[in-house]
């Protein structure tokens, strides 16, 4: 069991470019969770993933965003066109199968700069 | 809707010194609850959860919270803090009914610890 891992670890970009996040989950987690942090701010939830089905968007995720989990395993987290106001850490996290009660473990997260 | 507070942004404690980073949260009926902690650049990682059963939760690194309904919180405690504690912490919540499958977390308490 290695842990959430995201990749990028940082990026930085230009307005108006797409950038890619990529997240494994711990192995045998089913579900997996987009979540994104602004500055001085906590975690808010943009999206989540049973399987590789899409099961909830947030309000957060605008057009310009996608997620996708193609098999069920890693996800991956595109911007399109991105905005100075899409500087965030965006967390990647995962659990296991049930209630929310069950733990979610989160990634270190990728941090990305829009310049 | 749920909604977290945690009222303090910022607390500045002693080293050895006690410590309560306080939360209340809002919701219908009672939530899982959770404390999460981050060291700067990080993500998050799981000090403590309440499910069910006793109020008193013991968790990693001799943290414990008390969930008291009455009072909607789920006050985190520590006897005796070490630098190391330095760090912002998270309170969340998560929904029990059936669906539910995303935490909303307050803004954070950030701890400074005096050597």
């Known amino acids: 069991d290695t842990g959430v891992s995201q990749n990028p670890r940082h990026k930085i970009t230009k307005r108006g470019q797409n950038v890619t996040f990529r997240c494994d989950p711990i192995?045998?987690?089913?579900?997996l969770y987009w979540y994104r942090q602004t500055l001085g701010q906590g975690p808010e939830f943009l999206t989540y993933?049973?399987?590789?089905?899409?099961?909830?968007k947030s309000r957060l995720l605008s057009d310009r965003f996608s997620a996708e989990r193609p098999k069920g395993s890693f996800s991956t987290l595109e911007i399109q066109r991105t905005e100075q106001g899409d500087s965030a850490m965006y967390l990647c996290?995962?659990?296991?199968?049930?209630?929310?009660?069950?733990?979610?473990?989160f990634g270190e997260g990728s941090w990305l700069t829009v310049v | 809707a749920q909604s977290v507070t945690q009222p303090d942004i910022h607390i500045t404690v002693s080293e050895g010194a006690s410590l309560e980073l306080r939360c209340n949260y809002s919701y219908g009926a009672t939530p899982y609850l959770f404390w999460y902690v981050q060291s700067p650049g990080q993500g998050l990682q799981l000090l403590l959860k309440y499910f069910s059963g006793d109020t008193l939760v013991q968790g990693i690194k001799g943290f414990e919270a008390e969930f008291k309904r009455s009072q909607s919180s789920f006050n985190l405690r520590k006897p005796s803090v070490h630098w190391s504690d330095a760090a912002e912490y998270f309170c969340?919540?998560?929904?029990?009914?059936?669906?539910?499958?995303?935490?909303?977390f307050g803004t954070g308490t950030r701890l400074t610890v005096i050597p």
């Open positions: 993933f049973q399987n590789e089905a899409q099961l909830e």
């Open positions: 969340a919540v998560g929904a029990r009914q059936t669906g539910a499958n995303n935490l909303f």
């Open positions: 996290a995962s659990s296991l199968p049930g209630p929310v009660g069950n733990t979610i473990y």
């Open positions: 192995s045998e987690h089913n579900r």
